[in-house]
C-alpha cells in the first residue's frame, strides 16, 4: 500500500483509487494462486460501465452484495454511480465476502473512500467485510434459512459481481456445501450466481461479468433453468474479443456482462456488443466507440420451447436469423423424437 500517496488519495475519485489499487495488487499475487483464486480484477471502465446499467433506485435503502470483492472496484463504481444520480438513497449498505488476506487492507481502503464520498452527498454508508469464503458462508445462511422464522439469511437489494471462475471439483468443499442446499454446480462462478441470487430481494438488481460458458451445454443446465425461473434479464453486453475484458491479466474468456432484475415481467431484452471496453460517459449513458446494440424480445433469446433453455446472444440481425433458424430445426427434431419415442414405446406395449 505504500505505493498510494496521501496527496492522490485526497483528490482521486474512490474508483480511481481502486483502480491504483488494483494495479499494485495485481503485480504482488502469485500467478500459481492468482488463477487458482480467479484473481482478475475488473478495470475502471468497465466497472463503470456495469454500475451504470442498475435502473434508478425507488428505495431510500441500498442493500448492496459484492460477493469475491478484490480490492472493491465494483463497489467504488456503484457508490460513485449512485452519488451521482439525481435521486440518491439516504443509506447504503455493503457487505463484501473476500477471502484472499492480501486484498483485505486495500478493500477497507476502498470502504473509507466510498464513505467519504458519501458523506459529501449526504449518503450513509454502513459496510461490512467478511473474509470468508462466499460459498460457504452463504450456503450456511440458506441453510439455517430453512429452518428459522425469521429468515437467517441476509438480504439484499442490488449485487455487482465479478465471480470468480474456476472448476469445482466433485470432492471439492464448495460442492459439498452447494449439494447440502440443494444445489448441484461445476463451476464456482455460477454457485456465486446461485447463492447471489438467493440473497436478493424481490425486485432486486444483479449486474455481473462473467464466462458466456452458461448460455449453453448440458453442465449449465440445472443452473440456467434456476437462473430464468429466477431472474429477468435486461441488458446483456458481449465482448466480441476473448482478450480484451481481462486485457492486463492476459485471461482468454469470453465474456459478457449481465443486468437481471428478481422477478420481473418478462418484456424485451436490450443487446450490445463491443470490442472495445474504453465505456465513457455521453448524455447520461455508457457507451463505447464501436459499440453495437439490438433489442429483442424476450423469446428471441430464450425460445419458450427450449427444454434445454439455452440462452441465445445475438448481436447482429444475420446471427439472430441463424438462431432463429436453428431452433425450428431443433424444435422439430425433439417434436419428431418424441413422437418416435412414444410410437416405439406403443408397438413396445
Ligand atoms: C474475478 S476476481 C474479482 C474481484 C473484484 N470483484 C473485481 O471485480 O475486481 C474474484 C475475487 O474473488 C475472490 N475469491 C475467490 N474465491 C472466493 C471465495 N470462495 N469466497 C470469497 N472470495 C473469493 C478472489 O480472491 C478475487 O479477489
Not at 459496510?127 to 428459522?148: H, M, P, R, T, Y
Amino acid at each position: 500500500m505504500n505505493s498510494i500517496n496521501l496527496s492522490q488519495s485526497e483528490t482521486a475519485s474512490a474508483t480511481e483509487l481502486a483502480e491504483s489499487y488494483r494495479l499494485d495488487i495485481s503485480r504482488k499475487l502469485v500467478p500459481k494462486k492468482r488463477s487458482e483464486m480467479g484473481q482478475f480484477l475488473t478495470s475502471v471502465p468497465i466497472a463503470r460501465f456495469m454500475a451504470s446499467l442498475f435502473d434508478s433506485v425507488e428505495y431510500g435503502q441500498i442493500r448492496l452484495l459484492d460477493a469475491g470483492a478484490g480490492v472493491g472496484s465494483l463497489t467504488a463504481a456503484f457508490v460513485e454511480e449512485f452519488c451521482s444520480r439525481t435521486t440518491h438513497p439516504q443509506e447504503i449498505y455493503i457487505k463484501a465476502y473476500e477471502l484472499e488476506p492480501t486484498m483485505i487492507e486495500y478493500l477497507q481502503s476502498t470502504f473509507t473512500n466510498c464513505c467519504r464520498l458519501c458523506r459529501d452527498n449526504g449518503i450513509d454508508l454502513q459496510e461490512k467485510i467478511e473474509v470468508e469464503d462466499f460459498i460457504e458462508g452463504g450456503a450456511k445462511q440458506l441453510a439455517n434459512d430453512l429452518f428459522q422464522c425469521p429468515p437467517a439469511k441476509e438480504s439484499f437489494t442490488h449485487v455487482i459481481m465479478n465471480p470468480p471462475y474456476k472448476k469445482i471439483r466433485s470432492n471439492s468443499p464448495q460442492r459439498k456445501w452447494l449439494q447440502a442446499v440443494g444445489v448441484e454446480i461445476s463451476n464456482l462462478y455460477a454457485g456465486f450466481l446461485t447463492i447471489a441470487i438467493e440473497m436478493l430481494r424481490p425486485r432486486g438488481e444483479l449486474v455481473a461479468i462473467v464466462p458466456r460458458s452458461f448460455c449453453n451445454g448440458p453442465y449449465f443446465k440445472s443452473f440456467r433453468r434456476f437462473l430464468l425461473e429466477q431472474m429477468t434479464i435486461k441488458r446483456f453486453h458481449v465482448f466480441e474479443s476473448r482478450t480484451h475484458a481481462f486485457k492486463d491479466d492476459e485471461v482468454l474468456q469470453e465474456n459478457i456482462i449481465f443486468h437481471a432484475v428478481k422477478g420481473a415481467a418478462l418484456e424485451t431484452v436490450r443487446i450490445t456488443s463491443s470490442h472495445s471496453v474504453e465505456f465513457s460517459k455521453e448524455y447520461g449513458e455508457m457507451i463505447v466507440e464501436d459499440m453495437t446494440q439490438r433489442t429483442v424480445p424476450y423469446s428471441s433469446v430464450v425460445k419458450p420451447e427450449d427444454s434445454e433453455k439455452f440462452i441465445h446472444i445475438a448481436t447482429t440481425d444475420f446471427e439472430q436469423h441463424v438462431v432463429d433458424r436453428i431452433s425450428v430445426f431443433n424444435y422439430i427434431a425433439t417434436l419428431n423424437h418424441s413422437r418416435l419415442d412414444s410410437r416405439l414405446r406403443g408397438n413396445d406395449a
